[in-house]
């Protein structure tokens, strides 16, 4: 792979992500109140590593060299 297609690739595979949540709740029986309810939360991402690195080998393993510019220089969402 072209070292700008794997820079691109890797910065966004490595930049963080926003986390999953959601809620749920249950109502109300015949029998009178019933209530319960679910929060869930996770973090998706590259497990709280460095980031740098992990762009590093990212684009050393899809390119086969060196990125032309360290991870935290690339601007973010453009790749």
């Known amino acids: 792979m072209a070292l700008p297609e794997a820079e691109k690739l890797c910065a966004e595979?490595?930049?963080?992500?926003?986390?999953?949540?959601?809620?749920?709740?249950?109502?109300?029986?015949?029998?009178?109140?019933?209530?319960?309810?679910?929060?869930?939360?996770?973090?998706?991402?590259?497990?709280?590593?460095?980031?740098?690195?992990a762009y590093d080998r990212c684009v050393r393993a899809r390119a086969g060299q060196a990125p032309s510019r360290p991870y935290y220089t690339v601007p973010q969402g453009r790749g």
């Open 13 to 53: 595979t490595v930049a963080p992500k926003a986390p999953l949540s959601g809620e749920g709740r249950m109502g109300v029986t015949s029998g009178g109140t019933f209530e319960s309810g679910v929060k869930l939360t996770f973090t998706m991402g590259s497990g709280g590593g460095d980031p740098g690195a």
